[in-house]
């Protein structure tokens, strides 16, 4: 160590006046002064860095801030310097890791945006890149509010995005040609609509799926029950259901967090719950496929859901679950995916102080008491009691689509699939 701090201070603040006066040999000097007796300085390891980055010196540049990043790591700066030199240097697994390590201390910063949006246009990913580029112009000002050397990444970003939305809506128009000219005279109106919503070429308003809107559909908050005489089986048999919940629940295998994403996304609403089993699942049948371990464990339950209108959306849906919510916890204010199918809930468990809303309207439930709610109208949970709700929730068709709309609903579905066939599930 330094006889003193004030010593080293004193370097510090010589180093940065050298280098405001266009000295950088001397600001080098004293920056390795700094660092023979303080390896770990974070301000010269940064400025050591910057010089030997913009004298081209690339290795020695990416040594300096690898030693930064393992001494600290806490500044989202270092990391985004880091990838910066990692991508002159041609090393995208590093650039990507120093890029994600950046995002997870500000998931919403505009730069590491930019730089991941670069890195995946680089490496051929072109779903991906849409959506990174999509987070960037997500998360930037107006353009007239940005410092002028990041204007041009951002207008990059919207430009990208928006033909990528246009290459998307021409190969759905193509793919769902043959099924549109076979349903010809059909009145298959509030479906084109809903998908010229879905791809930006027509404006939508209430209710907010996250995905696709279909169109004439009416924004119901709560469906009217008798409109659902299936759920009357439900009802009846809610002690077999219940039985078989307890016992999976008894199992302690099988739940997993409801909310899982990476701790690099920008979705802070979700990050007290996000990876928690504070709120839960049981999955029995997940993006359309059943969990086979765990619905032999509910043989009855799995009987009944057979006779739910569930819908057929690859990828997607069906759905169904046991959902737990534990005491003193809330889920925030959110809007599901898309209106084209409904959400069930038949309330197994239910302690007092426990409640649920679904737009203006307000509720309570009772165990056995099924009902069926728009997901794309915000809703949100709580359970203020001091013991756990638990609710059997699946998905079902809106019971206004028609044969026609559904089938195209099931097609597009497809179509998204096989756009983004080549790096797995579309994730828009």
């Known amino acids: 160590m330094a006889s003193n701090e004030g010593e080293i201070a004193a370097w510090e603040r010589a180093a940065q006046a050298a280098l405001k006066g266009a000295n950088p040999r001397l600001a080098a000097q ?22 030997h980055y913009r004298s081209g010196a690339l290795p020695e540049a990416r040594a ?16 985004i310097n880091l990838a910066v030199v990692c991508m002159a240097q041609h090393d995208e697994a590093r650039e990507e890791e120093a890029i994600r390590r950046a995002l997870v201390l500000e998931p919403t910063d505009l730069v590491a945006l930019i730089l991941r949006a670069g890195l995946l246009t680089r490496q051929g990913k072109r779903h991906a890149a849409a959506r990174a580029h999509g ?31 246009t290459d998307f809506g021409r190969f759905l128009d193509d793919h769902m040609a043959p099924l549109l000219r076979d349903l ?6 509030r479906f084109t609509a809903s998908l010229d919503i879905m791809l930006g070429r027509k404006r939508r308003y209430e209710p907010q799926p996250a995905l696709f809107h279909f169109q004439g559909l009416a924004p119901i908050t709560f469906f009217d029950r008798a409109d659902f005489p299936w759920l009357d089986a439900f009802e009846r048999e809610l002690d077999a259901i219940r039985a078989e919940f307890l016992a999976a629940q008894a199992g302690a295998e099988g739940f997993t967090p409801y909310m899982q994403y990476g701790d690099d996304q920008p979705l802070r609403q979700w990050a007290e719950l996000n990876n928690s089993l504070r709120w839960s699942a049981f999955h029995l049948v997940e993006a359309g496929k059943v969990n086979e371990a765990n619905a032999a464990r509910c043989p009855r339950t799995m009987a009944l859901l057979a006779g739910a209108p569930q819908p057929d959306q690859p990828g997607r849906t069906p759905v169904a679950m046991f959902s737990v919510l534990k005491p003193k916890t809330r889920i925030p204010p959110h809007c599901g995916v898309s209106n084209v199918r409904l959400v069930t809930h038949v309330p197994l468990v239910v302690p007092p102080g426990c409640g649920f809303r679904v737009g203006n309207d307000v509720r309570a439930w009772e165990e056995g008491k099924a009902w069926v709610f728009d997901d794309t109208i915000e809703h949100e949970a709580w359970n203020d009691s001091d013991a756990a709700r638990a ?11 028609t044969g026609p709309e559904r089938a195209l609903v099931t097609a597009m579905s497809d179509g998204m699939n096989a756009f983004s066939a080549d790096e797995g599930s579309f994730g828009l």
Do not use: C, N, S
Not at 30 to 51: E, K, N, Y
Not at 184 to 189: A, K, L, N, P, T
């Open 64 to 79: 300096l801030l690898e030693r930064l990043v393992a001494a600290d790591g806490r500044d989202k700066q270092q990391w």
């Open 391 to 401: 609710i059997l929730m699946f998905d079902i068709w809106h019971p206004h689509l």
């Open 30 to 51: 004293l920056w390795q002064r700094i660092l023979q007796q303080v390896p770990t300085h974070g301000p010269a390891l940064l400025g050591m860095a910057q010089l």
């Open 135 to 165: 987070a960037v112009a997500a998360v930037a000002p107006p353009l007239q509010q940005l410092p002028p050397e990041l204007r041009p990444a951002v207008q990059e970003a919207m430009a990208y995005r928006e033909q990528y939305d």
């Open 184 to 189: 010809r005279g059909e009145r298959v109106q």
